[in-house]
């Protein structure tokens, strides 16, 4: 799933939401407000409501302004010599899978209506699983890319399962591009910077053509995606906490990514 | 769903990963559709060493289709032999499951296959 969006509001129309993970962060549940206390009490749910629905209901629209690949993931992905074997783990529509046909992708997303434009790309295959709950043998894997797609979990205890789940499916050599939209973004439109909130609701705005539109119907519709936006080192910080090695990290275009591999404490089937 | 896909799938609930019986999942009842698709050779006999060979001869035989040599080619024998090579092309990247499910051996849970896509998203008692 992707971050940057041509159809994201400018600074100040983005809402700020309470963190839903406050409670289980810092320890100290009598700060969280009912909201905090309900979506952390089922983040799942939460996800559920504010990620995979908007999803499905923007998924052709999503999917037809999504086609450029950052240069970041296509170096990665072109570099797997031919015959390896990798996931694509929340592939969206599928954008990364045409980029090198000389290797065998399995791509996942949660959202029925991305992956068939997933399944599209050969010599590929898309089937749909949650990031949380891989159906894939353990040590198995030579690279995996998870392209905005931890971003949307939101409890801090998710996203570091999340990256242990990615390190969990690679083999002893394997490695693992992450990539997550940055909280430090000052020169793009919505103007996030160091120091402000972190947990966020991100508008979609889906425009219907008029000759498409029913009598009475608003020519357009709003969405709200939530995101976590990674700050400076939080990446890295997830890796660790999985003990995975950070093997390169750097920033790109408004979003924060690291390639990582499993350390030498790594444990399968650990709970985070 | 490839035949290939099946090689590198088990059941996604936590509990069955470190059991042997949920590799691989049992395919139940599925339709199969055949898929053109180019042939790569060099991916194919880089990817081999990868197959479990046994588990790829049972997904076989419970599809309908005859049952593998007991072990899996050479490199050699690929390059050598263009039918043995078409014919594994054929089986683990144009063949598809269309419609069915595929069964964990360890705690029985199905996974559907529609439209040639399989989910595997869990209901909540078992995630
Ligand atoms: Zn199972």
Redesign the interface.
Known sequence: MEATSPNTAPPGSTNTIQPPSISQQDGNPSNSSTIQQESSSNP?QYEEQHVHTVYNEIAPHFSSTRYKPWPIVKTFLQSQ?????GLDIGCGNGKYLPIN????I?A?D?S?GL??FA?QH??H??????TL??????G??DFAICIAVVHHLSTAKRRRQAVHAILETLSGKGKALIYAWALEQRDSRRGWDEGSEQDVMVPWVMKKAKRDLAEGEKNETTFQRYYHLYRKGEMEENVEAARGVVVEAGYEKDNWWVICSRGKGFE??KEL | ??V??LN???????AC??TSAS?PLVPKECELVS?T??P?P??????LP?VDWPALGSIAVALGFPSLSPLPPTPADLENDTKMMADLHTLL?ETQISEGSLVCANCGHE?KVK????????PNHL?
Not at chain 1, 81 to 85: A, E, Q, R
Not at chain 1, 125 to 130: C, E, L, Q, T, W
Not at chain 2, 42 to 47: D, I
């Open positions: 799942a010599p031919p015959g390896s074997l046909p000389s290797v065998f399995i996942s949660r029925s992956i068939k399944s050969q010599p295959s898309a089937i749909i699983a949650d709950a891989l159906p894939h043998p353990r198995k894997f399968e089937g | 769903m490839k290939l896909t590198f799938l088990t059941c996604a609930v936590k990963k470190t590799f898929d698709i180019a790569n060099t991916l194919l006999t880089n990817l990868r990247l996974y439209e040639g896509i399989a989910n595997f998203l869990l995630v």
